[in-house]
């Protein structure tokens, strides 16, 4: 589910407070950003700086990529969290790993066929949050309070496109007898969720009864999605948390996975696998979950976790099977690293005054988030001494 807070761990860690990233800091950084979260997440295989790539290369053959890849699944999940004991770990390792994956890609043959199909790796909705779809007409229905959940609006899925209805919505908005509330029933619906009757069998132990919430919380396939759904469509089977929450979310699938493991459901776990690589495919990075309102951030990267839960049984080609999308996710996490100066942070990378790299949470957009929306118009204005952006 979506993470609310930086995690707080002694000593350097991914969300520091450190004077030198100030609200101000932090608000000069932001507007280095471009107008769109897409200029930032189109990657290819050339443009991804791996530190060592130039390195000359010190071996060839499949066995070195395996080695370079592992590297990637280790340092793209350690190089967020550091203990606070072992500051200089986290810079010379990231230098040892960057190097080793550098020379063993760069000395290695190319790949056969990609997991994610050309079909599969284009995006097959807008990928633009309704709150930038809909403008003041989802700002109005979040403050009203229609719904109880302001998750409810975000999901809802319009009758028609979008700028007709924000058209009417002008057009009706300021005539008399005008309700909010029909005016939403009558141009969006909410899908329905997947409910399956469930009731706990007092019988079954907790590991008979975690196996058979699997198939309860599994979601097939989306098909046919419509173009303005928040919903990110995704080809094969899926976990999801439940309740309100009917998707994805990142880092809550590890540990599905890790579940879904023990309980022998290797087809479930290679699905969401495929499922993330799909997204990292389509949008550059994993979103937080897979709805259109979570692509302006993410949540700690456990892709390469995830790839080697698959290699446990699937071996090393396993991870010449993600490659891709390994590097991918790499270098949507580390960049501009490299550029930055002690003190300095963009993005996701933050550089400590004595050097270290590091990786931090971020949002590309500094609004409320459409999930929590009239939440988070709320917060703000009773912290009126907070830039509003940067408290999004």
């Not at 100030?22 to 507007?31: E, I, K, N, P, T």
């Not at 979260?37 to 010190?58: I, K, P, W, Y």
């Not at 007092?202 to 198939?215: M, S």
């Not at 995704?234 to 009917?246: N, T």
Request: glycine fraction near 6%; charged fraction near 20%; include cysteine.
């Amino acid at each position: 589910m979506p993470m609310p807070m930086p995690i707080n761990i002694p000593g350097p860690t991914c969300y520091p407070d450190d004077a030198a990233f100030s609200d101000a800091a932090l608000r000069q950084q932001r507007q280095r950003l471009t107008p769109h979260r897409n200029a930032h997440s189109s990657f290819d295989n050339s443009s991804v700086s791996l530190a060592g790539r130039s390195a000359a290369s010190v071996g060839s053959g499949v066995s070195r990529r395996f080695d370079a890849l592992k590297s990637i699944a280790t340092l793209t999940f350690v190089a967020c969290v550091m203990s606070a004991a072992a500051p200089a770990f986290a810079q010379d390792n990231a230098a040892a790993t960057a190097s080793t994956v550098g020379t063993g890609l760069a000395s290695s043959p190319a790949l056969a066929t990609p997991v994610v199909s050309a079909s599969e790796a284009t995006s097959p909705v807008v990928a633009t949050p309704p709150s930038e779809l809909y403008g003041a007409l989802y700002r109005d229905v979040e403050l009203a309070h229609i719904y109880a959940d302001s998750k409810t609006f975000a999901d809802m899925v319009p009758t028609s496109d979008p700028q007709q209805i924000v058209a009417l919505y002008q057009q009706q908005r300021g005539q008399a007898g005008f309700d909010l509330k029909q005016f939403v029933a009558q141009h969006f619906i909410l899908p329905s969720r997947s409910t399956k009757a469930f009731v706990s069998d007092p019988n079954q132990n907790v590991t008979q009864h975690i196996d058979t919430l699997w198939n309860v919380l599994r979601r097939d396939p989306d098909a046919n999605p419509s173009q303005w759904s928040s919903l990110l469509p995704l080809p094969h089977s899926y976990v999801v948390p439940g309740d309100r929450f009917d998707e994805i979310y990142y880092w809550d699938s590890y540990f599905i996975m890790l579940g879904l493991q023990q309980s022998g459901r290797e087809d479930l776990l290679n699905d969401e696998l495929n499922n993330f690589a799909t997204l990292i495919d389509r949008y550059g990075h994993i979103p937080n979950g897979n709805r259109t309102y979570y692509l302006s951030r993410s949540q700690p990267p456990f892709f390469a976790q995830m790839v080697r839960l698959a290699a446990e049984k699937g071996g090393d080609q396993v991870y010449l099977k993600y490659q891709p999308e390994l590097e991918k996710e790499y270098a949507y996490w580390t960049d501009e690293g490299a550029t930055l100066k002690p003190g300095q942070a963009y993005r996701h990378r933050v550089k400590l005054p004595d050097g270290t790299l590091m990786n931090r949470y971020w949002d590309d957009r500094a609004a409320p988030r459409d999930e929590s929306y009239r939440e988070d118009v709320v917060t703000a204005q009773q912290m009126p001494q907070r830039d509003a952006g940067e408290l999004w």
